[in-house]
């Protein structure tokens, strides 16, 4: 006898990104403005052959420095978040009271959607927490946390050379300003837009903002003395 192939075969998983596009656009942005603190000093670097030299690796150091920090900032929140949702797992399975149980998941949820949901469907995870026999012991790091680790860190160094490259291949120092403000104007404009899309909150309205956000931070640097 034959068995016929299965009419339903299994959808296989849909893999989630490890980083997502606001984690994406911050980084980015958070890189692109930490560049952008050593070009509005252009005016302090010192004069000759070199100086443009001195101000790409004075950026690219310094986000070499923040991407580090940022990066393991990122696996100790992952980690920190990771072991408040694994005590509150084990705390909803050993909790013999079903409505203390359930009154720890209230307190757990976001304020926003506390009024959302109700106790009928915070009785049906605490049931299935109950249930579950494949809680970790601890919280741990996985390969796709170290994975956005590093994402991170590359997210924050490569944002540096649209901003400082200029500086060595245009021997100009105020074209080179200008050329960088300008690819950082667009970088932001484009960021912006990946943000609003994602969001939901208009790609063109979210890009020109970033935009202006960005002018405005570079007009604030020159008035600082950048």
Avoid at 111 to 132: C, F, G, N, S, W
């Amino acid at each position: 006898m034959t068995t016929s192939p299965n009419p339903h075969p299994p959808i296989p998983e849909k893999r989630e990104p490890v980083l997502n596009t606001v984690d994406r656009v911050t980084e980015l942005c958070f890189g692109l403005f930490m560049a952008l603190t050593f070009v509005g000093a252009i005016k302090a670097v010192t004069a000759g052959e070199d100086a443009g030299r001195k101000l790409f690796f004075a950026a690219l150091g310094c986000n070499l420095a923040w991407g580090l920090a940022d990066a393991v900032m990122f696996l100790v929140r992952t980690l920190a978040d990771r072991g408040q949702r694994l005590t509150l797992a084990l705390t909803v399975k050993r909790e013999p009271n079903r409505a203390a149980a359930v009154r720890a998941l209230r307190n757990a949820l976001p304020k926003a959607l506390e009024p959302l949901v109700d106790d009928a469907e915070l009785e049906q995870i605490r049931a299935r927490l109950a249930t579950a026999s494949t809680l970790p012991p601890r919280a741990r790091l996985n390969r796709d946390d170290l994975i956005g680790a590093v994402g991170i860190f590359l997210l924050v160094v490569a944002s540096t050379f649209p901003v400082a490259l200029p500086f060595i291949l245009v021997k100009d120092h105020i074209a080179a300003l200008v050329i960088s403000r300008i690819l950082t104007l667009a970088m932001l404009f484009a960021a912006g837009f990946a943000l609003g899309r994602y969001t939901g909150a208009g790609a063109m309205k979210a890009g020109f903002a970033m935009t202006l956000l960005g002018a405005v931070l570079t007009m604030t640097i020159i008035a600082l003395g950048g």
